[in-house]
């Protein structure tokens, strides 16, 4: 049975015509991401129509357990590239990011930015960690919260560095009970063919 305290969040776009409902509304892990890959399509999906891109964007991830989907005839599963490992579901009516799945992730968890679609759920885990720090421009706002900063993720060393905190050891586990509907991995493949954009790698997209 599922824990009275875990609430259901819904995650939708700006317009309002595509959402997801998560059985557990709860954020496990917050980052600040520099990689140029989250960069680049913020900014394509802004010039598409969504949300204006931050350089240093807020991640959140949660609990992969979609137990309600609206809208679903208006998304669609982008890859920036065809050698791409993240997959991202976009709302073709305003270009909201509902989510972001990632090998990695083994479907335990997604992706989400709040500050590109309404996430209705539980945001207050405080920021763990700056990552990808590599891409980040000199030109751009320095990161001032006092947290771990990671370069890069490139050596074992700098991997283990990052698992071994406190707020990451644990997030991406697989959760300690079944889950009531269907993992973000899933909703992707029922979506039909990823769109790959074939975006060249660190390049601009701003017209």
């Known amino acids: 049975m599922m824990n009275d305290n875990i609430k259901e969040a819904v995650i939708a776009c700006k317009c309002g015509s595509s959402a997801l409902t998560i059985a557990d509304g709860k954020a496990i892990l917050c980052f600040e991401c520099g990689c140029e890959d989250c960069r680049q399509a913020l900014h394509w999906g802004h010039k598409n129509g969504g949300v204006e891109a931050d350089p240093l964007p807020r991640i959140y991830y949660m609990r992969s357990d979609i137990v309600g989907i609206k809208g679903k005839a208006n998304m669609k599963a982008f890859k920036l590239r065809k050698d791409g490992r993240s997959t991202r579901i976009h709302c073709m009516k305003c270009y909201s990011v509902l989510g972001v799945d990632h090998p990695v992730y083994e479907s ?55 698992l071994s905190l406190p707020e990451v050891e644990n997030a991406f586990k697989e959760p300690a009970e079944p889950i009531m509907g269907m993992t973000l991995t899933s909703l992707i493949e029922s979506l039909g063919p990823v769109t790959v954009l074939d975006l060249d790698k660190g390049g601009s997209v701003i017209a």
Do not use: W
Request: glycine share 4%; hydrophobic share 35%.
């Open 108 to 162: 335990n968890v997604f992706l989400n930015f709040p500050k590109y679609c309404n996430n209705g759920g539980d945001l207050s885990t405080p920021l763990a960690a700056y990552i990808h720090m590599a891409d980040y421009s000199d030109d751009d706002p320095f990161p001032t919260e006092d947290v771990p900063l990671f370069v890069s993720i490139r050596f074992p060393q700098e991997r283990q560095r990052l």
